[in-house]
């Protein structure tokens, strides 16, 4: 069965940091590109990071480039997000996400007219999201 586990959100002060993390089973994860999304209250979700299977890129959001930081650990099936300088904007729940099946365009990949990080539909296999809230 093919799954997708998040864990690691909390409650964390402004300027704080956390690090998720993003479990895969039945599937090998270092083949695939896995993205994370967010969605705060009220809006829509958002793509964050994601790792292209490709060639090995990590793309980010410009509202987190610098302070965010996509890896994985291939030994352990995991990839991880490790996120500083945390403000309460980003009160949200991070989800993980992979395209399994096979899309029209891929996403979190480069083409002619540039970087395509893919619409939710894109990704087929979610996780069920883990909270993080940054308050004081």
């Known amino acids: 069965q093919v799954q997708l586990v998040e864990s690691g959100g909390a409650l964390v002060k402004p300027g704080g940091s956390l690090r998720l993390s993003c479990a895969a089973s039945?599937?090998?994860?270092?083949?695939?590109?896995i993205a994370w999304f967010r969605q705060a209250p009220g809006k829509e979700r958002e793509g964050v990071s994601c790792?292209?299977?490709?060639?090995?890129?990590?793309y980010y959001a410009d509202s987190v480039k610098g302070r965010f930081a996509a890896s994985r650990d291939n030994a352990k099936n995991t990839v991880f997000l490790q996120m500083n300088s945390l403000n309460p904007e980003e009160t949200a729940i991070y989800y993980c996400?992979?395209?399994?099946?096979?899309?029209?365009?891929?996403?979190?990949?480069?083409?002619?007219?540039?970087?395509?990080?893919?619409?939710?539909?894109?990704?087929?296999?979610w996780g069920q999201g883990t909270q993080v809230t940054v308050s004081s």
């Open positions: 790792i292209s299977s490709m060639d090995g890129n990590t």
């Open positions: 996400a992979t395209p399994m099946g096979r899309q029209p365009l891929a996403p979190c990949t480069y083409y002619s007219g540039g970087f395509y990080f893919g619409v939710l539909s894109s990704y087929d296999t």
């Open positions: 039945g599937f090998t994860l270092d083949a695939h590109t």
